[in-house]
């Protein structure tokens, strides 16, 4: 690739960066609060508040599954962040992060049709964090756990899953590890590779990467073929920090004992020497994965540099280096490996068959179906993954997320796939409609007038 064609590749990456604080100013934020019901004239507010509300007060009071009936808590979902991973900035506070907890509700909208309301919180102790969310579970019908820094995000997810009565769900650990198996199944598809024979390196043992490793290996990755590194180099059970790991970071502690039966040694470049998958879920770039060690992989690799908003090498590096499959987490590059590919429609099938939680074998169902999806439009080296642009992805996810909860018993409702398709598929689509219609009539105003 020539000087003038990676200018223009950068020029391109840069963009969104320079037009974001513009558009957001010209906003006022991305996301807010719409009337769903008719209000022909004030005699109706009768209706909608007091008196005639108060019926449906006592409804509920009498039997709480009626909430669901009656309220948006069917549709609703929390998401909430401390604000001390937002991204890849770190600790920058829950007023900073709000910005990302509000594109998060778009996307949760106009994707899945699913109602987001970003809660930002000022508290860092997760026994406190905890104690909140469980306060707020009788206005949602689910939660959305957002750039919250490890490991106190594991205890918070695994807590949370066990003691509401709502299905609570980490997008940075199960809704990254969901997209990312989905992009490995069709990268080794076009590669002729086996899952179960193919070695892996995940560099980067935060939330994305601890997460990602454990459902590769429920996905049939073998975990002796499988090694995880963090800033002190490949964990291994022989770790002279061993100690601290079983202390403070059990999560990756599990890793140690699960995978790198060999004990191999070493730092970056060690583990990716041939390697048949790279992913790397770590700090920005470029420069964090360095093109030469792309060169010491494995004949036809597979690269994915997940790090937002820059990722760990640019993709035209990894592919000179020799890589045949190359992923980022941005949609400005080919194969973007996003979370956006899984939480709404996860989420939307969740909530239409009234799920009490979203399970490990629910996220590996819709990684199947993304991966499907792709398939069934044929996969190409730059098209593993469906686009964003697909809206057919998250109904038909929402289908195979549903369709598993049923299955295992963590399901309230049992309709059949091709009702709970339309279900959804309609939801879906009015949400995107009065997007365009409420730009076309001027109701979103149009930033260049």
């Keep these: 690739m020539n000087k003038v064609d990676v200018e223009q590749l950068l020029k391109k990456a840069a963009e969104p960066s320079l037009k974001a604080p513009l558009l957001h100013k010209f906003y006022k934020g991305k996301v807010g609060v719409s009337v769903k019901c008719r209000v022909r004239d004030f005699n109706d507010f009768a209706i909608w508040y007091t008196p005639g509300v108060a019926a449906v007060c006592k409804e509920i009071a009498q039997d709480p599954e009626k909430a669901y009936d009656y309220t948006n808590k069917q549709n609703m979902v929390a998401v909430i962040s401390d604000g001390t991973r937002v991204l890849g900035l770190g600790d920058i506070g829950p007023l900073a992060g709000l910005p990302v907890m509000e594109g998060k509700g778009l996307l949760y909208k106009y994707l899945g049709g699913v109602d987001a309301f970003p809660l930002c919180l ?3 102790d997760p026994d406190k964090f905890i104690d909140i969310c469980k306060a707020l579970q009788p206005t949602f019908g689910g939660f959305n756990l957002e750039d919250i820094s490890q490991p106190k995000c594991f205890r918070i997810l695994d807590t949370l899953r066990e003691e509401c009565v709502i299905p609570v769900w980490h997008d940075d650990q199960q809704g990254t590890a969901c997209v990312t198996v989905a992009g490995i199944i069709n990268a080794l598809k076009l590669v002729k590779k086996d899952m179960a024979s193919a070695k892996c390196t995940v560099v980067g043992s935060g939330a994305a990467g601890i997460n990602i490793a454990r459902l590769l290996i429920k996905a049939g990755i073998s975990p002796e073929n499988l090694l995880s590194v963090d800033s002190k180099g490949i964990l291994s059970r022989d770790r002279a920090d061993r100690a601290t790991l079983q202390e403070k970071y059990k999560e990756k502690w599990d890793l140690c004992l699960r995978t790198n039966l060999k004990c191999r040694q070493g730092q970056v470049p060690d583990a990716i020497k041939g390697a048949d998958i790279l992913i790397s879920a770590s700090k920005q770039g470029p ?3 360095l093109p030469e060690w792309v060169k010491t992989m494995a004949p036809n690799s597979i690269v994915f540099a ?3 908003p ?8 990894a592919i000179e280096a020799g890589a045949r499959v190359v992923a980022t987490g941005r949609s400005d590059f ?19 068959v009234r ?9 590996i169902a819709a990684a199947r179906e993304l991966a499907k999806v792709a398939e069934d439009k044929g996969l190409r080296e730059d098209y593993i993954v469906p686009n964003m642009d697909e809206w057919e992805v998250f109904p038909r996810e929402a289908v195979a997320v549903g369709s598993k909860a049923i299955e295992q018993g963590v399901a309230k409702f ?12 309609d939801i879906i689509k009015a949400a995107r409609e009065e997007v365009q219609w409420k730009m076309k009539e001027g109701f979103i105003a149009n930033p260049d007038k």
């Design 122 to 124: 000022d508290e860092k």
């Design 287 to 289: 420069g964090t994965i």
């Design 306 to 308: 997940e790090a937002n």
């Design 310 to 317: 820059v990722p760990e090498i640019w993709p035209w590096e």
């Design 334 to 352: 080919p194969n973007q490996v996003n979370n956006s590919l899984g939480f709404p429609g996860i989420f939307r099938g969740a909530l239409d």
């Design 355 to 363: 799920a009490k939680t979203i399970t490990d074998e629910m996220c």
């Design 414 to 425: 049992d309709f059949p796939p091709d009702v709970r398709f339309k279900m959804a598929a």
